[in-house]
């Protein structure tokens, strides 16, 4: 019997949704048991795709539902900037926990192992050959993870690295998505700040491979303060 | 020491949101463990309270959360449309499990007990005097509800009854709520298709005292499907 991670191409996400199960610090959710449920309701709504953070979620979701999930760890450059999937034994654990791609930053900046993203994305591709998503910030970030043997981007750093900062905002980064989808015939995923089908649909006819949605779906807490936040600048007007 | 029960009023709702935290059928949170989580979540995003149906989820959210809980249970009438809190004991078994805040039906229809809306509401606020949200679908059932002594209306029957069916759409039942608040002085809580803080806030300015937002924060299912949806019209017109 051949394992589901010889069934997945990049060709399985194509047009679909990916929902991004994750909870961060001190939230009600922020537990394995707690994370499946959020997976098995995507598979049950018709997502194509989990990306999840951490060994033990990866391998709590890998187990209860028949999606591909995309995996990662999540570390921090000496500047606290979020560095997704640092070095390669969090690689080798993300494949043991049974994610059948794996994400990993592909931003210029040097790893605390040494290496630069395109570096250490045609090195994980050499050793593991598996399906790669590079996550990145611009454009050139984005041609270099594909020269590096990336099989598809994420825009998902958009925001979050120092020289995209400004960058983040309410919307999504559409001007990255279509400078990606005019350079390059890869897949691009478009990841970040997508709180509506409307915008996941745009992302899609702006040339998206698929999209990954995360706050809009599973952060109910996130999303009660974006509605309290909303009635409380009422009060403030009145 | 004073129980929770006493120390709420109606007054605690205002300008707020309410976060209903129900899941149905084979919903993987389906379960009162599950549910407990988007409650505390939604007290940890600033909710005012939570409405939640059925004893057992009620119970053990009033255990984890130091909300008001507005407690209902759904039955059914016998031409299968959904029933807000059918019957006396039902009300007996809410407030036992913590609620402090009861929601029923005060449609004109007759229940199986042979009472219609009003006068289902007079005899609940005889026997327990307890606060009472009057769940309706037109701007008659909402006066005379009043009239029978609900503390607040909600507009969550809209759409849900046989005289309202044609008004189920995308948009919430903004006629229903601008007539209520035109002709009555109670507070008139908007329930109903709420999707987004923008719409939250538009119910707070035409003078909804309390809004109430369920699938919106806390149907990760249901949302999913909504974008999946939103990406398969795509495909199809691809």
Known sequence: MVGKEQQCSIECLRNGLIVSCQAEDDDPFNRPESLVLFARAAEMGGAFAIRAQGADNIQ????????PVMGLTKGKYSDGSVLITEDFEDVERILRAGAQ????????????NGLTGPKFVSEVKRKWGRLLVADISTLEEGLAALDAGADALATTLSGYTPHTRKKIGAEPDWELLMALVSATSGAVIMEGRIWTPAQALRAIRLGAFAVVVGTAITR???LTRAFVDALASQEGSA
């Open 220 to 222: 109910p807490r996130v």
């Open 101 to 112: 791609i794996i994400a990993v930053d592909a931003t210029a900046r040097r790893r605390p």
């Open 60 to 67: 709590a979701i890998c187990t209860t539902v028949s999606l």
